[in-house]
């Protein structure tokens, strides 16, 4: 038997978006209600193996239901942009599965839908699923459609076929659409009759059968509730019109055009890359970017030879490593491959030299170069008379340090220079920017070694062929990269920036930063005593022991043997989120022990225990990993830990910094935090008098513009206005929206509004500037920072309203937020020097977001903070300073 998927797409996007944590892409694109559609499409293909499938979207606002009540679905706030703008990253993810989407203006997804089920059901012999969130679908249940209804966002589905509704509600199908009649629908402002919910509703069915009869015997129904009847028998009629979907639009689009034949993997890769869903790429084991296929074997020797057939291969071995040594003068590529993730824990398999004039390459296993024999060649790689390129000059510098080599010399990095040209490129492999930059197609590394548990080192002459062609593809992309740098004037921000930055932060993970493991499991114990008496007082708020961390047991907990209000439900029981949990916060002390234990649980699991996995052993220390060519904006990322994201708006998560020590006696954890960095830059960037006059005279900025909003002196600030004038401070350089701050504030999306038209009122010089660079972005294609870092925004001319909305607000956004990524990056190029000129034995070891970490001898303490505070104020010159508020303490968390 056939088997057709029928989702409503904006219903199931909806419910995505609001049931999962905000998630963006390194192109700062908000991706929640993608990736919760994506898992729902993941699992249905799984569960049901569908032979067809459509998604249906609705296709405007106004449809014919809004011709007979013109206030259809008048109660609903405008879609936050947040949402909007995915759903073109929706319609595009369905082509790259494969799946069939269909809208068409004037009706809504449910009445194709209910049309599709229509024809399945005349047709016969096809096994119907409708997935929705909306409950009025159920009237379209037969005998072959079934309607997958989403509980708890989109994480449950319940399952209703007739009888199924029949357990439920006592109703046949059909009778779903007299019940919306009876007690209307909020969310679509349908009136149905005042003061009748969904049991009045449902006892007046189970006694009439229909509106229409209840209408009838209104004078029987006793009280206030049959007058009721009586006055709105009108809007009862109206409102079971406006809920029965209407099945006959003109759909022209047979049946067999919703064949589905499976996704291709290929489309879907490329579509998860750019949406950065990795965990999707590896569950699927989809092909890389460019690949041809996943070559195992044979094919993949073949696909190898053919890419290096016009290159000469030396494989360098110990009776011939002479011949590399003499050719080393004539080399101008190098490429390090490095075997694993994180570089700290890596190891190097080999390197591949290439030699222009000669055209010829040689790779030598890593295990060579080690040998007294190879002497030479470790000299060379550590000499600074030569200027050769690299592809990721950070990794490589890591991975060889760890093995004694301390790689310089280095003039050139494509992968640095790739990322600074398009930094929302998602294919920036080697074989990925051969292909972007028209040379001879490069197999990808998981074409050659596989990947995941397939991973394996090839045969040695596939090896060598490959890295040999790796080093040689270096090669041809440099003079192309050079001169793209010079066209879009980024070359400056290159050599002056971003390749000495590579080396002085491969600098500062080496050293690394002791963590004082015995504390660490001090406060890991401390936490689990704070955890136990916890448990102790939950259990004696609820008059018996029961498993905290099960569901099930809590929710009977709370909802039964407490009695408080539930919030929500599942379909395996009551929800006990945090959400559901801090509505019912002021209902009963149990609640804030709840949160408070989950609060610590989770530092005791992510942070105390996950910590003391990532100590090295032999330094005693934790070594992160920074990635220079992730985000848009230019900031830098942490990982192996990652370090950026140690909590501390809470004291316990606070305390976690107190187990980061300096490595020697006698000296002191030193920090140095730029304050309001990004307002500052909004401030200089956009000229604005007010936010300029509140910098420069020392003022505190989000008391000034409450000040400046709310039309009060200084004196009248409350805490409240400055908290509400801090989220907007902050929310504008993020590009905040009506939505986004609705929520931080807990207030509604009107009044977040109308406080956003009041900054710009005030602010006026931000509201010009927001203006000014979305229009230079129509006119340039892309924004720059004070660096001249650039982000591309070709989706700013686009026709589609939400493609375009996204790219106005990184327009605003992208100068303000990466202008600041550079200040913080100038200032560790430019300490990283100073240090080196006064002679301090003081190392720089972190960078946190605006903050930098070092550890300094107490002799050395004055001098530090001078200089350190020096620099980062003068990295850049503003039009308002930049303050650096710098403290020292012997861990980091009295340097705090």
């Not at 170069?369 to 000059?393: G, H, I, N, P, T």
């Not at 790796?470 to 066209?487: D, F, N, P, S, Y």
């Not at 992208?814 to 600041?820: D, E, L, N, V, Y």
Request: with cysteine.
């Amino acid at each position: 038997m056939s088997k057709l998927i029928l989702i409503d797409g904006n219903s199931i996007a909806y419910r995505a978006f609001f049931a999962l944590p905000p998630l963006s892409n390194s192109k700062g694109l908000h991706t929640n209600a993608v990736y919760g559609f994506t898992t729902m499409l993941l699992k249905l293909l799984e569960e049901h193996k569908p032979t067809h499938f459509l998604v249906a979207f609705d296709a405007g606002k106004t449809t014919f239901r809004h011709k007979g009540y013109a206030e259809y679905k008048g109660g609903r706030e405008k879609t936050p942009p947040e949402l909007s703008e995915q759903f073109p990253l929706l319609r595009e993810l369905l082509d790259s599965f494969g799946i069939r989407k269909f809208e068409l203006e004037g009706y809504e997804a449910d009445d194709i839908i209910g049309t599709m089920t229509r024809i399945a059901d005349e047709k016969g012999g096809i096994e119907v699923t409708v997935v929705t969130g909306d409950k009025d679908m159920l009237q379209l249940a037969s005998e072959q459609v079934s309607i997958a209804l989403t509980r708890k966002g989109i994480s449950e589905i319940e399952l209703f076929n007739p009888a199924h509704i029949d357990e439920v509600y006592g109703l046949k199908p059909l009778q779903i659409i007299d019940l919306k009649g009876l007690m209307g629908d909020t969310s679509d402002n349908i009136p149905g009759i005042p003061g009748v919910g969904e049991k009045t509703a449902l006892k007046l069915l189970h006694e009439y059968g229909s509106v229409e009869k209840v209408l009838e015997n209104a004078s029987k129904i006793k009280g206030k509730m049959g007058e009721k009847v009586a006055a709105h028998a009108d809007d009862a009629r109206m409102s079971k019109e406006l809920a029965t979907i209407y099945r006959e639009v003109p759909v022209d689009m047979p049946l067999e055009e919703l064949k589905y034949d499976g996704y291709d993997g290929q489309a879907l890769g490329d579509m998860f890359r750019k949406l950065e869903f990795k965990s999707l790429l590896e569950r699927l084991d989809l092909p890389s970017a460019g690949s041809t296929g996943g070559l195992e074997g044979g094919a993949a020797t073949e696909a190898v030879e053919a890419e290096a057939a016009a290159l000469e291969v030396v494989e360098v071995t110990e009776g011939n490593l002479d011949v590399l040594v003499q050719a080393l003068s004539t080399v101008q590529a190098v490429h390090v491959e490095v075997i694993g993730d994180n570089p700290h824990n890596s190891e190097v398999l080999g390197l591949a030299f290439f030699a222009p004039e000669a055209g010829v390459s040689y790779y030598a296993p890593f295990a060579l170069l080690q040998l007294d024999a190879a002497r030479a060649v470790r000299d060379w790689l550590e000499s600074d008379a030569k200027s050769v390129a690299v592809y990721d000059l950070h990794r490589a510098v890591v991975a060889l340090s760890w093995q004694g080599i301390e790689l310089r010399g280095v003039g050139f990095d494509v992968l640095l220079a790739g990322y600074l040209l398009d930094p929302t490129e998602s294919a920036l492999t080697l074989n990925g920017l051969a292909a972007r930059y028209g040379l001879p197609s490069l197999p990808a590394d998981e074409d050659v070694f596989g990947k995941g548990a397939k991973f394996q080192v090839p045969a040695q002459d596939v090896l060598t062929r490959f890295m040999c062609r790796k080093a040689a593809g270096v090669h041809g992309l440099t003079e192309r990269l050079k001169a793209a740098l010079e066209e879009s004037v980024m070359h400056e921000l290159f050599y002056d920036l971003e390749l000495p930055l590579a080396l002085v932060l491969a600098s500062m993970e080496r050293k690394g930063i002791r963590v004082d493991a015995e504390e660490l499991k001090a406060y890991g114990a401390e936490l689990g005593k704070q955890l136990e008496v916890i448990m102790r007082a939950i259990y004696d708020a609820a008059g018996m022991e029961f498993n905290i961390n099960s569901t099930k047991q809590l929710g009977e907990i709370l909802f039964e043997k407490l009695g408080l209000p539930p919030v929500k439900k599942t379909k395996t029981g009551y929800s006990t989120d945090a959400e559901v949990l801090e509505k019912l916060e002021p209902h009963h002390p149990i609640v804030g022990h709840i949160l408070h234990y989950r609060t610590l649980a989770k530092l005791q699991s992510t942070y105390v225990e996950g910590l003391l996995k990532e100590v090295r052993p032999s330094t005693g220390k934790v070594h992160t990993y920074y990635k220079q060519t992730i985000a848009a904006t230019g900031r830098l990322s942490s990982q192996y830990p990652n370090l950026q994201n140690i909590p501390i708006r809470l004291e316990e998560g606070r305390k976690i910094r107190k187990v980061f020590v300096p490595s020697e006696p006698g000296w002191y954890i030193l920090t140095a935090d730029y304050s309001q960095i990004e307002l500052r830059v909004l401030a200089h960037i956009a000229q604005d008098p007010k936010l300029i006059e509140a910098f420069q005279n020392n003022m505190d900025v989000h008391t000034k513009t409450a000040m400046d909003v709310f039309g009060v002196s200084e004196d009248a600030v409350d805490a409240n206005m400055r908290r509400q004038a801090k989220a907007v401070n902050f929310g504008i350089v993020y590009g905040i929206s009506d939505f986004g701050l609705s929520q931080n504030l807990n207030i509604t999306r009107k009044e977040a509004g109308q406080f956003i038209e009041q900054y710009f009122a005030v602010f006026q010089g931000v509201r010009g500037y927001m203006d000014d660079i979305v229009k230079k972005a129509r006119q340039d294609g892309y924004v720059s920072t004070l660096l001249q870092r650039r982000r591309y925004l070709p989706e700013i001319t686009a026709s589609n309203f939400n493609l375009r909305s996204f790219a106005e607000r990184t327009a605003m956004n992208s100068p303000i937020q990466g202008t600041a990524a550079d200040i913080i990056k100038l200032a560790m190029v430019q300490l990283d020097e100073r240090m080196r000129q006064e002679g301090v034995q003081s190392r720089m070891l972190l960078q946190v977001h605006d903050e930098l970490v070092f550890e300094v001898p107490e002799s050395e303490l004055p001098l530090m903070k001078r200089i350190v505070a020096e620099v980062m104020e003068g990295a850049l010159k503003l039009d308002v300073p930049l303050k650096v508020d710098v403290d020292a303490g012997l861990n980091w968390y009295e340097a705090k």
